[in-house]
């Protein structure tokens, strides 16, 4: 079997597309993804845990305080920060919760509530990510419990999906439409969205810019947070240049327990403020962008 008949999307490359208008022309869309996440101090035994999540010291016979408490950190202080930067710009995210999440700290998702932030969800926590070693049903149940959590804290069912640490088995999409999610946020390979197809119908791929998520680029890959504003910069330049042809798209992932330290956070904001002064750029949330697109392909 190929690596294309696994993939659930044409292979269409960006200059062979019908040309894409965001709403009002403006050349780009740009949406933030906060990631609202939690890291178990006593995973199952048979949970997968990516040996490079960031902070642990990996499968050890002791508890991980030190990376428990680094997300805790992210949940109790930096994402306190990460609102106010937002509020100050008047910009609302797409808040990814996991079922942890969602069923331990109510406060948060009154906080996320009150601001009419979206909520997608986020798999159950940081340390079950998806893979090939879950069968179908456990991984139909773990998607539909951590869908079902966040419905229950919020009132609303999540219409987006970003896996833990962008995890997905072979069967994750045909089962994410089959539960009726709308769009996922795991497959970061394009400017633009696109349709994923499957057996129960097609969903709207957002690929976020992996490059530029603040973990991938500062803690993993150790460029400086001063680089990483200045590269959403220079990709936004060189995006709305290439949008005079057809609209792009810049998705980014940011997470509290990084980007929320005081010695941080200050780069996040230069990149908002940097974000709003720019004309043709379109605000909005990753579940606006599906939406948007999906009608555009129903229309056209």
Not at 72 to 94: C, K, M, Q, S
Not at 161 to 190: C, F, M, Q
Not at 196 to 221: C, F, K, Q
Not at 268 to 294: K, P, S
Request: glycine share 8%; charged share 20%.
């Amino acid at each position: 079997m190929s690596d294309r008949d696994q993939v659930y999307y044409d292979n269409v490359v960006i200059v062979r597309r019908p040309p894409l208008a965001w709403p009002g022309g403006h050349r780009v869309a740009f949406s933030i993804v906060v990631c609202a996440e939690y890291y178990e101090l006593h995973p199952p035994d048979d949970a997968f845990i990516p040996p490079n999540v960031p902070g642990g010291f990996g499968r050890a016979p002791y508890p991980d305080v030190r990376a428990f408490s680094q997300r805790e950190y992210g949940n109790r202080v930096g994402i306190f920060r990460v609102i106010e930067a937002l509020d100050r710009y008047h910009i609302r995210p797409t808040v990814a919760a996991d079922a942890c999440i969602a069923a331990g700290y109510p406060y948060l998702i009154d906080q996320f509530q009150r601001r009419n932030w979206e909520i997608a969800a986020h798999g159950y926590s940081l340390t079950r990510v998806i893979s090939n070693k879950m069968t179908e049903e456990q991984e139909r149940e773990y998607i539909g419990n951590s869908l079902n959590a966040v419905e229950r804290a919020s009132g609303v069912k999540p219409g987006g999906w970003h896996g833990p640490e962008y995890g997905e088995s072979e069967r994750t999409p045909a089962i994410l439409a089959e539960l009726g999610v709308k769009y996922v946020l795991d497959w970061p390979n394009d400017e633009q969205p696109y349709l994923m197809n499957t057996p129960s119908g097609s969903m709207v791929s957002i690929p976020m810019a992996l490059e530029l998520d603040d973990v991938v680029i500062h803690y993993h890959r150790r460029v400086s947070l001063a680089r990483w504003r200045q590269a959403i910069s220079e990709a936004l330049d060189q995006l709305q240049t290439d949008g005079v042809a057809a609209g792009r798209h810049l998705v980014l992932n940011v997470h509290p327990w990084l980007i929320g330290h005081p010695h941080r956070i200050g780069y996040l904001e230069e990149a908002l403020a940097d974000v709003c002064r720019r004309g043709n750029v379109w605000m909005a949330t990753a579940g606006e962008i599906a939406a948007f697109y999906r009608s555009q392909q129903s229309s056209g």
